[in-house]
T-cell receptor, first 113, second 108 residues
């Protein structure tokens, strides 16, 4: 079955450590997105990519980095520069034609202690 | 800039109706609607592409007023399964951004 997979579901890290969140899709989608979700703030866009080897900053990219070396994969690294990294992170993908729905992964809840 | 949703939260009894509004200070090229249950992935409801467009399935429908840069989601005769957080989103040049969400709670 096609879908989008995020792993792990829960992640704990010590302050000051970088951590990488995985996002893999087998939907053959060109576009992929990363969002951060905090209570009352909705889904805020971190990075997005429309094609392999290319990505753009979203609204809250500071303290995060991404890569898009393969169409299927769009990993997100939360660096030590991110001042408040504890949050729920969602990855999504879609085809690039206008007016198409995005498919979301189940999310990764990151807790930094 | 994120679209703005109102209200922030709604509590209903089963069978009651609700309207969730979405507006933007920038042009809305398309409007996406999603629903998220707690701790789960958002699930797609519908997309509206053109001003004046209205869509719906079952008892959930939406409208899009392109001139006013607004969209509304209508939930009629609400069911317990409608509970969750509703998000509107808009896409432009590949960037898909969402509002802050509206939490809907339907009580028996």
């Amino acid at each position: 079955d096609g879908g989008i997979t995020q792993s792990p579901k829960y992640l704990f890290r010590k302050e000051g450590q970088n951590v990488t969140l995985s996002c893999e899709q087998n939907l053959n989608h060109d576009a992929m997105y990363w969002y951060r979700q905090d209570p009352g703030q909705g889904l805020r866009l971190i990075y997005y990519s429309q094609i392999v080897n290319d990505f753009q900053k979203g609204d809250i990219a500071e303290g995060y980095s991404v890569s898009r070396e393969k169409k299927e994969s769009f990993p997100l690294t939360v660096t030590s520069a991110q001042k408040n990294p504890t949050a729920f992170y969602l990855c999504a993908s879609s085809i690039t034609s206008p007016g198409t729905e995005a498919f979301f992964g189940q999310g990764t809840r990151l807790t930094v202690v | 800039q994120q679209p703005v949703q109102s209200p922030q939260a709604v509590i209903l009894r089963e069978g009651e109706d609700a309207v969730i509004n979405c507006s933007s200070s920038k042009a809305l090229y398309s409007v996406h609607w999603y629903r998220q249950k707690h701790g789960e992935a958002p699930v797609f409801l519908m997309i509206l592409l053109k001003g004046g467009e209205q869509k719906g399935h079952d008892k959930i429908s939406a409208s899009f007023n392109e001139k006013k840069q607004q969209s509304s989601l209508y939930l009629t005769a609400s069911q317990l399964s409608y509970s969750g957080t509703y998000f509107c989103g808009t896409a432009n040049t590949g960037k898909l951004i969402f509002g802050q969400g509206t939490t809907l709670q339907v009580k028996p």
